[in-house]
């Protein structure tokens, strides 16, 4: 047998994935090789003073990644090296070209990793799910397994989110979940409130269900709360949509002082909260959630497009402590969307578990500041930003109409959508928001910036792309 000890202290995932990584990262290392016999369950949970079952799910996830095979009455044994169980399809197939090329420049998206070891760290754990492929193409139930609301408390809680499983829904998205949740709480004609400058979605779902959006006023904290009181006694509306984290488009975050001001509102009013917190992952630190506040009257959706992966359409739901509206959602959400896929449900909580969510969170949090940095250096004063932001607000300069200026940067590879996707009433004005992220390496985005710079410098005629 071999006197295997792993130092538990090496990983910092949960306690079973620890010892699979070790496992793993012993192979790599030459302390383990292929045919050593390792501890039994019961004999390396005394050493590493564990519970029992906590080896045994070491042991089994160790086996799904390919790194040993357990036989009974003879005990579990390495079967070869950690680049052969992770598998070739996965690591060394060549990437789609195709595939590739697919990229909606409308959407606001994160910087994509490029980190060799974070890639491999994210194709690892695609490929463990191989093991269970069966299973994860079967129907599942409505609002995601035991485990995945495991992973998914565990993730809100960096929110300051502590909900019990039974408040939590995993949903194919949060449009989807927005989607439901408006059509619960109103009827054609209903007025909803958000900021003056909003979120396209949620502009696209009020029309969807024919609902009167009515915008307020926002300073550098985001809605006034004394304008939300004025709408509220003379509008009469069914609910307020807030995006209050690096707000989509403005990148305005409301400090914890404007949270408690709006909370305190809709808890006078007793209006209920829609809070789409698609950014509030990427700051490290920062201001609790709406939700946190008035869970009472709260519709949390945690999105995940924004700080793991949009292809995942996965977002986790918090809803109100109000048992009616918990059977009214599961309705309208299994009659829309029946459930969330369970291929990228089960990604994620095993992203969730391993620390790989937080190894691309911390990514993201490196990137995106960089970009905002190169962003500041080329292009003149008077936008607005966030360091942590993916995009800017950018107003434009006399002579300038958002239409004339998205046409001219069409063509530079950054993703220009004009203010009247966003503005909810009135006329829009002229400005535009610019997407940093997406597949746009650093030296792309450079270029694009330099070219934007340009055209800023003079009227349109003076940019050279109209004849």
């Not at 939300?228 to 975050?253: G, H, S």
């Not at 958002?402 to 004009?418: D, I, K, P, Q, Y």
């Amino acid at each position: 047998m071999k006197n295997w000890h792993p130092d538990l202290g090496r990983s910092s995932s949960p306690l079973y994935m620890a010892i699979a990584d070790l496992i793993e990262m012993d192979l790599r290392g030459g302390q383990l090789s292929a045919g050593d016999r390792l501890p039994t369950h019961r004999d390396l949970a005394r050493r590493l003073a564990i519970d029992v079952t906590t080896v045994a799910r070491g042991y089994l996830e160790a086996q799904k990644r390919g790194l040993v095979q357990s036989h009974v009455g003879r005990g579990t044994f390495v079967t070869g090296s950690a680049d052969t169980a992770r598998g070739n399809f996965t690591l060394d197939a060549s990437p789609d070209s195709r595939r590739a090329a697919l990229v909606d420049p409308s959407m606001n998206m994160p910087p994509e990793p490029d980190d060799p070891a974070l890639l491999a760290r994210m194709r690892e754990g695609l490929s463990a799910l191989a093991a269970d492929l069966v299973p994860l193409l079967r129907y599942q139930s409505f609002g995601g397994a035991a485990m995945d609301k495991e992973a998914a408390a565990l993730w809100l809680s960096r929110r300051s989110l502590t909900p019990p499983q039974e408040r939590i829904f995993v949903a194919p998205g949060a449009h989807p979940a927005l989607l439901a949740i408006f059509g619960m709480l109103t009827k054609p004609g209903d007025t909803v409130l958000a900021e003056a400058i909003t979120y396209p979605g949620m502009r696209s779902i009020a029309a969807q269900l024919r609902l009167r959006l009515v915008g307020l006023p926002v300073d550098d904290h985001g809605v006034l709360p004394d304008a939300f009181a004025d709408a509220c006694e003379r509008e009469k509306p069914k609910a307020i949509y807030l995006n209050p984290t690096l707000q989509n488009p403005l990148t305005l975050t409301m400090p914890a002082a404007r949270r408690a001001a709006i909370a305190a509102v809709a808890q006078t009013y007793h209006l209920p909260i829609v809070e789409d917190d698609a950014y509030g992952f990427i700051p490290a630190d920062g201001p609790a959630p709406l939700a946190a506040l008035a869970p009472q009257l709260t519709w949390y959706i945690g999105g995940l497009s924004k700080c793991i992966g949009a292809g995942l359409r996965l977002a986790y739901v918090g809803a109100p402590d109000d048992s009616r509206a918990l059977w009214s959602f599961a309705g309208a959400m299994r009659a829309g969307n029946l459930m969330a896929s369970p291929l990228t449900t089960a990604l994620t909580t095993r992203w969730i578990e391993d620390g790989t969510a937080d190894a691309i969170l911390e990514f993201l949090r490196t990137e995106a500041p960089a970009r905002q940095a190169l962003a500041a250096s080329l292009l003149p004063a008077g936008y607005r930003a966030d360091p942590l932001s993916f995009n800017i607000w950018l107003p434009l300069p006399q002579g300038w109409t958002r239409s004339t200026f998205g046409t001219h940067m069409r063509a530079c590879g950054l993703g220009v959508m004009a203010s009247d996707a966003f503005a909810v009433d009135g006329t829009p004005p002229e400005a535009v928001r610019v997407s940093l992220g997406g597949p746009v390496t650093r030296p792309q985005l450079q270029t694009a910036l330099e070219f934007m710079a340009h055209a800023l410098e003079g009227p349109p005629e003076m940019a050279g792309s109209f004849f």
